[in-house]
């Protein structure tokens, strides 16, 4: 029910956001001299953009109860059948991305923790502020370029130009083979936080009264570590987890654009920009499923993994 | 008299009979079918082969009645043809579908010749009964087509009869000058497969790129093959296309395009480096700069075509304002709208300085907005512009500035400072801008610049008016000023600097104005340039927009692509994706 | 290393990072936005001891270097004359703390430049644009992550600490922050504000913005610390002792997510300032000619920048030491 009430708010408040921004989808089409302002008057009166805001959002809702999602003023299509293949292309490189990242950060983060002041240390420290100091797009391009000076990866899309002449074992290793630098992007870009996270939780439990207890007790060290510490160095982390997910569809924005990859987001990006409205509010609400689904996913970890918190009926 | 007109503007005087026929008829013998093929006159090379190339973005559509972005307009002038088609390296008429066409002495009625025997992509017949349905479709009010409005010709729709299956008349209200250029812009539709979704008044959502190939069909070189959403559309060869080469054998070469959907332009420069795509156009002279460095290890050759038709501009604000609400911009506009002020900016900057900074050398300084790419047109006798700070100095003491402790004030002795708004994701504009900005220090004027993110930058030029000056762009479609119009008549929708006059603001503007009027309706191709050339000079005067920098065109190709012949019009390199053609030596996947 | 070490050594680094910054206007050889229109992407001068003839110098020197050819980015160094390095010249005026100055740490006499870390594409010195940036970009990025974290410390342990109805006011209020697309926000900010405030001035504000809208990811994390705290027996125990609220956030609870916080702040401050590379690209970061580090970095995204200037990393080092400081730190006081 909560569920409906969130989408409800979110739906509402990107209209009136949307509203606030200056411009509006035709505003480019002023720019081509060969175009009268009668056209571009004809052409918002057709999308209903000439209506006020309430009679706007009304349509659109009765949009979605017809499953569309609304309708694309660029693609002059309902936004529904734009989002569905691409979509399947996005989570198909986050899900890989976050699961790789995870799967990572919480050995390494945790390795870490329990080699406090060595070298190890040190080198992890100064790669991770490396990491973090670039932004997302420089990474991008390096490894890019990269791929380029080699010749090792793909430099861009999902599949080859003969895909469709492939077997099937070799359409899923060209996929994969086109994975790898998008998805190495990705996981530079999250590991390095994540790793400091984790990190910070272990070593928080390891300094924790009861983990001192448990080796004063004379418990190898290595049971105290997965005993005792892990689980209380969870909980920040299952609540990171959980938000984690709401980033599915968008995490991977800039990567999508610079490596064509064939997701959301070029389209997602392109319609920001263009004020194509509806066509962004179709993310936005998937994103916020995943959010609403991440959350609850992570509640039900923190209560899996800590007995004491007492989760309040909904 | 009713001259045959293949080729006009080269004329002297009055529309010459020139010998296009000589070329479109001569040619049925080698042609196995009795259709009126075009016989082209270029190398002569092999069938087979496949192309790929890069879009910035996915195309919207693949309706020519409704497409307005670029990367479906890419498309779709593969898929399609036009009855006379404008030869983007001649930058003149030639013809296409029409293979001949007859203009009335008083130039309001067209009669047009079609090829016979012509067949769209599905095999279907093509006749007079498709020309009519197009131009109906275009000129529909429900279609919303971008192309309505040039069909309009003194305020009433062109009128479009059939003749015969064969012969089509346009009758106009006022005589057009050059009107045969307007059907360059009109792909002729299937009427047979969009018939009933014009009556249903469903035609601006077919063609989407959803559809299924079987359901499309064109008269261009390709055809429609496969789409994957987001990554790639693919067309194939159209076996009943109506150009054959010199040697007979028909056109085009290539078995397929490939589209690509390449988002960022330096995803596009990467994988063309990296050898997955054969083309690209629409390069930065930096990104131009670093794929030179490679070019014969890249096995990849790049031309700097020289100035396009694109011009950028810096114009103040002198909408009529609501003093009420935008009262500092209204007050500065007793600046902006002294001749003397913006002659004394134009000639304070140094676009030598933009030209090399910002293009690397790859653009040329503009005097006025007709660039040096636009042969026919340009205004030869206008002088470079030259910067001169003292000249600058002298306009603005005569014009009543003054300075103080270094600052320049006006007459009340307010200082004289002012914001440039220009397009924040296009980096050379903001570069130019911060150059303007250095300039006009030395002058004594401060300058902020602030780039802002497009929509938010067009809705204040157009909308709320709410800006002081601007640094914009803009690009013609076709070399001729007919293009142009709605930039220069006062109340033409893209008259940037002033809009929605209901009549003309200053004696210069009424001058534009009627100079404009008068080039539209003259026939005689001589004097419409000295009327234009007059524009020119008026614009180099008055600095109504104050011309910047006319970028070149810059493209790329992979070794190996004959017939490549890239040309400063729009599309640049794929106009003529019909003749091109891989020679032996290129190392093909 | 003992914690006290580290601690004195992480606020000693970030003492002198945020002094060089603001002192930039004595330090930075020239003023930030002076073009050299015939020096674009001029690279880094090595400071040199041994001239053409073979001769030691004692004092540092540089050459003159002048474009080749019409290529930009390829110089060559006239080595007729060598133009030694000065301390303390006169040049640009510039204003530290609030005073007047014109004297700069070094220099070199005209026509010469000494670009340490060569030139932009405006021939600017990127050293003064980098020193100078640093004001902007590590003010803004403390700003916004005090605000999120400040904002979301506070909703999230109020939400754990008192659960039932105000959780769930809370925690729905978050998914809504964030599932919304800000960014429309951020434009309609821009637009309200007047073109002709100072770009400096326009970017903190919508730094704030940032900041205050952001607070939904922290609060989310700190809630679920808080909700395991205030299950601990001694939380309980003092509750039963009747201890207030206030007193049981304060003494039990904020100590348990104080962890989190600092090394939540420790990769947030980079984070903003980074942000601000994507909001330049919209329009929405410092712009033109005032230098920061988001928008010099913007530059360096652009592939023949990245392919030809590697000298354009230097705000990317730049920040390097700044994470590590601010990481130091976070750890130095999480071990108390």
Known sequence: MHGLLLLAGVSLLSFVLVELAPGDY????????????????????????????????????????????????????????????????????????????????????????????????????????????????????????????????????????????????????????????????????????????????????????????????????????????????????????????????????????????????????EAILARDFHLVLGPVLASTFLLLGGNLLADLLLAATDPRIRTEER | MGAVAGMQARGRGLLVVAVALSASTALAQGAPSSADLLRSEHEVGRAGGRLVFALRSEPKTLNPVTAVDIPSKDVIGRLTADLVHIDRQTQRTAPALAKSWRVSPDGRHYTLELRRGLRFSDGHPFDADDVVFSFQCYLDERNGSPQRDLLIVGGKPVVVRKLDAYRVAFDLEEPYAAAERLFDANAILPRHLLEKAQQEGRLPQAWGLGTPPAEMAGLGPFRLKSYVPGDRLVLERNPHYWKVDRAGRPLPYLDEIMFLLVPSEDAQVIRFKAGETDLISRLSAANFTVLARDQVAGRYRLEDLGPGLEYSFLFFNLNTLDAGKLAAVSRKQSWFSRTEFRQAVSAALDRQGMARLVYQGRGTPLATHVTPGNK????????????????????????????????????????VEFTIITNASNASRVQMASIIQDDLRELGLRVQVVPLENRALLDRVFHSHDYEAALMALTSEDVDPNSEMNVWISSGPTHLWHLGESRPATPWEDEIDGLMHRQLVTLDARERKRLYDRVQALVAENLPLIPLISPNVLVGAREGLGNFRPAILDPYVLWNADELFWLPSADRR | MSARVGRVAALALLAAVHLAALGAGFLAPYAPTAQNRTLPYAPPAPLRFVDAEGVFHLRPFVYAVTEQGSVTGAYAEDRRRAYPVRFLVPGAPYRFAGLPGHVHLFGVDEPARIFLLGADGFGRDQLSRLLHGAQISLFAGLMATVLSLGVGWLLGTVSGFYGRGVDAVIMRSAELFLALPWLYLLFAVRAMLPLSIPPARAFLLLVLVIGLVDWARPARLVRGVVLTARERSYVLAARGFGASDLYLIRRHISPQTAGLLLTQAALLVPQYILAEVTLSFLGLGVSEPVPSWGNMLADLQHYHVLASYWWMWAPGLALVPVILAYYALSEALSTR
């Open chain 1, 26 to 269: 035709f505003a480019e089409m002023r720019l081509d001299p060969r175009i009268s302002e009668a056209t571009v008057h004809a052409l918002r009166a057709r999308y209903g953009l000439d209506r006020p805001l309430p009679e706007r959002y009304g349509r659109w809702l009765a949009s979605l109860a017809k499953g569309e999602l609304g309708y694309s003023f660029a693609y002059g299509q309902p936004v529904g059948p734009l989002l569905w293949p691409r979509l399947r292309n996005t989570l198909l490189l986050t899900v890989t991305a976050t699961a790789l990242a995870w799967l990572l950060a919480v050995p390494l983060g945790t390795w870490w923790a329990t080699r406090r002041r060595g070298p190890a240390d040190a080198a992890l420290t100064g790669l991770t502020a490396m990491l973090l100091a670039l932004p997302d797009l420089v990474l991008v391009l390096g490894l890019l370029l990269l791929a380029v000076r080699t010749g090792w990866f793909p430099t861009g899309g999902m599949v080859s130009l003969g895909h469709e002449q492939m077997p099937w074992g070799a359409r899923v290793k060209d996929v994969a083979f086109h994975l790898v630098l998008p998805v190495a992007a990705l996981v530079l870009g999250i590991v390095p936080a994540l790793v400091r996270y984790v990190r910070a939780s272990v070593a928080d439990a390891l300094g924790a009264p009861f983990v001192r207890a448990a080796r004063a007790h004379g418990i190898p060290e290595r049971r105290v570590l997965f005993r005792h510490a892990l689980p209380a160095a969870a909980n920040p982390l299952v609540s990171l987890f959980g938000l984690s997910l709401a980033g599915l569809l968008s995490m991977s924005l800039l990567v999508e654009v610079v490596m064509s990859w064939p997701g959301l987001g070029p389209l997602f990006l």
């Open chain 2, 376 to 415: 026919l047109w340009m205004n030869g006798t206008l002088p470079p512009p030259a910067r001169s700070l003292s000249g600058a100095r002298d306009r603005l003491g005569r014009a009543g500035f003054s300075w103080k402790d270094g600052t320049l004030q006006d007459g009340a002795g307010e200082a």
